[in-house]
């Protein structure tokens, strides 16, 4: 729990890792790497404004639609920026939680020996990218007429994935660390 830092510190934070991710995105070439797909658009926390820690999320189309593709988005990554690591994942050959469609690539970019990164990239056919972004831009209008402070507050209280956040929230009506926690222990048991 981050029970010494203020909410004022929360959110400056939350602010300084989106401008991060940000120049991460555009200065420094991350999105350039995507010039082949059909369609690339940034999702997640980076563009709900609600980050907590270092982690970029990114949908991709291609056209057509190979493994191969994405694998070689990675490669270019790692021509541009220090990658420590790169994850590549077919869900419908190996399911993976709860996904099933589209590759899915995580990349952890060590910027700094400080400063490290986490990158997942969700690629998808041209029909299940537009579902995966219809999805995001709904959730994305849910989240924005949720307290900001509260989520942020929340995420940086536990180490669940955000959408396990999001969904206490906006289908539970959690609104604090206590609720939370009591939520995610009597949703595993």
């Excluded at 082949?36 to 926390?45: F, L, N, R, T």
């Excluded at 990554?77 to 994942?89: D, E, K, W, Y």
């Excluded at 589209?102 to 990218?129: M, R």
């Amino acid at each position: 729990m981050n029970n010494f830092i203020s909410d004022a510190e929360l959110l400056a934070r939350a602010d300084l890792l989106r401008r991060e991710a940000e120049q991460l995105l555009e200065t420094k070439g991350l999105l350039a790497c995507f010039v082949d797909c059909v369609a690339v658009e940034v999702v997640g926390s980076v563009t709900t404004n609600l980050m907590t820690k270092r982690d970029i999320d990114i949908s991709c189309c291609f056209d057509p639609f190979k493994p191969g593709r994405l694998i070689r988005i990675g490669e270019k990554i790692t021509q541009r920026l220090p990658v420590g690591r790169m994850t590549f994942i077919n869900p419908s050959i190996t399911p993976w939680h709860e996904y099933r469609i589209g590759y899915f690539c995580g990349l952890n970019i060590q910027e700094t020996p400080d400063v490290q990164w986490n990158i997942d990239i969700w690629a998808y056919n041209k029909t299940d990218f537009g579902v995966a972004l219809k999805n995001h831009r709904t959730l994305a209008e849910k989240l924005r007429k949720v307290d900001r402070l509260m989520i942020v507050r929340l995420k940086s209280s536990c180490t669940v994935q955000s959408y396990l956040v999001y969904a206490a929230v906006l289908e539970h009506g959690v609104e604090t660390c206590e609720e939370l926690e009591k939520h995610l222990r009597n949703d595993s048991g």
